[in-house]
């Protein structure tokens, strides 16, 4: 896949170091600005990274997940119930795995992936612009990855609106290619494409609908993640192993132990203020 794709921020803001970075400076203008970028780390890994089955999409998937729990601990918990910063649909793991599923569709033809022209804004198969008269025929504009941004960095509210900018990414290319001469390979694409949709689209409605789905909207409104606060003698027992770890050095061979008195006493009336609180 050319690496020239278009991501959302510039190379040097698609990493959590710099992120932290941004943090640190206090770059930041408001909360939501900082979880945006936050969740565009992971949308740019998924809209890069379009192999089906790539390690990375996977590490994205997981990674934001975990944020999203840290988040709604400290961050959302403490500001309810102002709405801080847009929240994810609730089922949006449902929605990544519908489009994994296009992505491992391939061509009868040539056995290429199917969903390889509907993955990136048009303009990005066009030298950044749009071909002649596609505006006048397509009135929304709109691709697989767009999708995977707006689904990543809290735009969808509902099931439904997800689902209508899918079939949308088929109907443009219908519309825009259905009476050119060079057009039926792509309708063609966008058939192909659209069969399968349609079966992974129709799972995910049948699950906003059913008992299910209204189960797991229930559980993202009460989702809470409790942290137990640990007694005195489990604090004992990890200041016990802090003092008895030592390590050696490589020149002289003599054994040192890894931690200053003083500060295993600090770490510990510390860690029992947070455990008394």
């Not at 990005?124 to 767009?146: M, Q, R």
């Not at 809290?154 to 099931?159: A, E, H, I, R």
């Not at 027992?237 to 931690?259: E, G, N, P, Q």
Request: a negative charge; glycine letters at 4%.
């Amino acid at each position: 896949m050319s690496n020239s794709i278009q991501l959302w921020l510039p190379p040097p803001l698609n990493c959590i170091v710099n992120h932290r970075f941004r943090l640190d400076k206090n770059q930041y203008e408001t909360l939501a600005h900082f979880v945006l970028d936050l969740r565009r780390i992971f949308s740019n890994c998924l809209q890069y990274n379009t192999d089906y089955g790539d390690d990375f999409r996977n590490a994205a998937v997981e990674c934001f997940a975990c944020a999203e729990d840290l988040l709604h601990f400290f961050v959302a918990k403490q500001e309810f119930p102002a709405l801080v910063y847009p929240s994810v649909l609730y089922c949006w793991e449902k929605c990544i795995n519908a489009i994994n599923s296009l992505l491992k569709v391939k061509n009868a033809d040539d056995g290429h992936q199917t969903a390889w022209y509907f993955l990136q804004p048009v303009t990005f198969f066009c030298s950044g612009s749009y071909p002649e008269g596609y505006l006048e025929k397509v009135h929304k504009p709109i691709d697989l990855g767009t999708i995977t941004q707006k689904l990543i960095v809290g735009c969808y509210n509902s099931v439904g609106a997800f689902v209508a900018d899918c079939r949308t990414v088929v109907k443009n290319c219908k519309a825009y290619y259905a009476d050119r001469e060079d057009g039926e390979i792509f309708v063609r694409r966008a058939e192909r494409l659209e069969e399968s949709m349609e079966i992974y689209l129709g799972e995910l409605v049948m699950f906003d609908r059913s008992p299910d789905g209204n189960e797991a909207k229930q559980k993202v409104k009460s989702k809470c993640i409790t942290i137990e606060k640990p007694d005195k003698i489990f604090l004992e027992d990890i200041m016990r192993d802090l003092r008895s770890t030592t390590y050696t050095d490589r020149v002289a061979k003599v054994a040192h132990s890894c931690f200053v008195s003083s500060y295993i006493h600090h770490v510990y009336n510390l860690m029992l203020s947070v455990s008394d609180s």
